[in-house]
């Protein structure tokens, strides 16, 4: 299969924690998207890492690429309960974007 | 700059009938794709449009389903006779000048079939 793997599937922390969500990929990619899904919505795009960069910060999220273990990892410090959401990291595979399962993520205030 | 506008956002249709599945994308953005979430799942690529192209539809099943993007007016997802098993979300996304650059989404359409 072609699609990402992501883990953990389901996360649940308290509020002011952090919150570290991998994901893990079999191709040669471009770049590496990260979105956010609240129940019964659309997706939002949250950032988006290129093949030759390491790291990206926006905000409270930090988004770390090693395409040498074809892996990447999003952490989200200072968690809220707003938070709470399922995320899925998205990569460029040729012509389609390519999502992995997701992680679904609940804040507890 | 309206953002992806899908419609509608809930279909109903009977075993049988038709389903169309409407997305404009964003203003500027000529890459149009199109993907399935079932409940708690991740999303399943069906198809890459851009105007008056199909240009990937190797997650699209063969029967019954089928795509367009026409030079004028929204890109359409349309199901054939539809089954049980196409209740889903179908979201579209956009994206603009090449392949490799964010791809915004829309609100999905929430098909049942009863």
């Known amino acids: 299969s072609q699609q990402g793997e992501e883990d953990p599937q389901a996360l649940s922390i308290q509020e002011g924690e952090n919150a570290t969500m991998n994901c893990s990929y079999k191709t040669s990619i471009n770049n590496l998207q990260w979105y956010r899904q609240n129940s019964g919505r659309g997706l939002v795009h949250l950032i988006l890492i290129r093949s030759n960069e390491r790291e990206k910060h926006s905000g409270r999220l930090r988004v770390t690429l090693d395409t040498s273990k074809k892996s990447s990892s999003l952490l989200i410090t200072a968690s809220r309960a707003a938070d709470t959401a399922s995320y899925f990291c998205a990569f460029n595979a040729g012509n389609m974007l390519t999502f992995g399962g997701g992680t679904r993520l609940m804040v507890k205030p | 700059n309206a953002g992806v506008m899908q419609n509608p956002r809930h279909l109903v249709r009977r075993r049988g009938q038709e389903a169309r599945l409407r997305c404009s994308p964003m203003?500027?953005?000529?890459?149009v794709y199109w993907y399935r979430q079932l409940p708690e799942e991740g999303l399943k690529f069906m198809v890459y449009l851009q105007k008056e192209n199909i240009i990937d539809e190797s997650g699209m099943p063969k029967e019954r389903f089928s795509a367009e993007f026409p030079k004028e007016g929204p890109s359409i997802l349309r199901i054939q006779q539809v089954v049980r098993g196409d209740s889903a979300a179908y979201f579209c996304?956009?994206?603009?000048?090449?392949?490799?650059?964010?791809?915004?989404f829309g609100q999905g359409t929430r098909l049942t079939v009863v």
């Open positions: 996304a956009s994206s603009g000048l090449t392949a490799n650059t964010e791809a915004f």
């Open positions: 203003k500027g953005h000529s890459h």
